[in-house]
């Protein structure tokens, strides 16, 4: 069963500060992505990461996928309120087709 | 194009019943995936479709199955409820090709009495 763990599980932070989320496992994932969910509603993709060692960026945002496909991070730069959500990873192993293992998500409160 | 479709957005079920939950993929899509997102539990894979067939099954009891229809709308259906089945019910649709990018509905929450 693959695994992925999350940290940190809740992060509050205030305005204009810097902040890394991580993701890891001991498996192997042939592609990773990260999600942010607003209360209520569906996660909304953010990124989708495939090549070991891949760096995307998104604005402020920018998402690392580990050299060996095990881990990633999203780091946010300068966080605005509107940042605030869930943040979720999500990893497609090597033989489970569009079958994705979330990570339990990290809420992220960015106050003004 | 228009994103993921689910109805109804809000259900509340009484134990024993069942329930039946839609999903209409972006246009062209044509796999769909069910989620079932709780507290404890976070998000967790039900099944996929791919071409009206079930292509892959996660660990859930018999209780919950589904369907694809030619046009790849879906439908999962809950039989005899139990109050652990409230949760946020989420489709996700993909193209069926390229890298595992999924795109999810609003998602239905049931609420089981």
């Known amino acids: 069963t693959q695994l992925l763990e999350q940290s940190p599980q809740f992060l509050s932070i205030q305005e204009g500060e810097n902040l890394t989320v991580y993701c890891n496992s001991s498996s192997v994932f042939s592609s990773l992505q990260w999600y942010r969910q607003e209360p209520g509603e569906g996660p909304v993709l953010l990124v989708t990461v495939v090549t070991g060692g891949e760096v995307k960026k998104l604005k402020r945002l920018t998402f690392q996928f580990g050299d060996a496909r095990k881990d990633s991070s999203l780091h946010i730069t300068a966080a605005q309120p509107g940042d605030t959500g869930l943040y979720l990873c999500a990893g497609a192993g090597e033989t489970s087709g569009s079958r994705l293992t979330f990570g339990e998500g990290t809420q992220l409160t960015v106050n003004p | 194009k228009a994103g993921v479709t689910q109805t109804p957005r809000y259900l509340i079920k009484t134990r024993g019943q069942q329930v039946t939950l839609s999903c209409s993929p972006i246009s062209g899509h044509r796999s769909v995936s069910w989620y079932q997102q709780t507290p404890g539990q976070g998000l967790q894979f039900l099944f996929e479709?791919?071409?009206?067939?079930?292509?892959n099954k996660g660990n859930f009891p018999g209780r919950f199955s589904g369907r694809q229809f030619s046009n790849s709308r879906s439908e999962m259906n809950v039989s005899t409820l139990e109050l652990g089945d409230s949760a946020l019910y989420l489709c996700?649709?993909?193209?069926?090709?390229?890298?595992?990018?999924?795109?999810f509905g609003p998602g239905t929450r049931l609420t089981v009495t």
């Open positions: 479709y791919f071409s009206e067939t079930q292509r």
């Open positions: 996700a649709s993909r193209s069926g090709t390229g890298p595992y990018e999924q795109y």
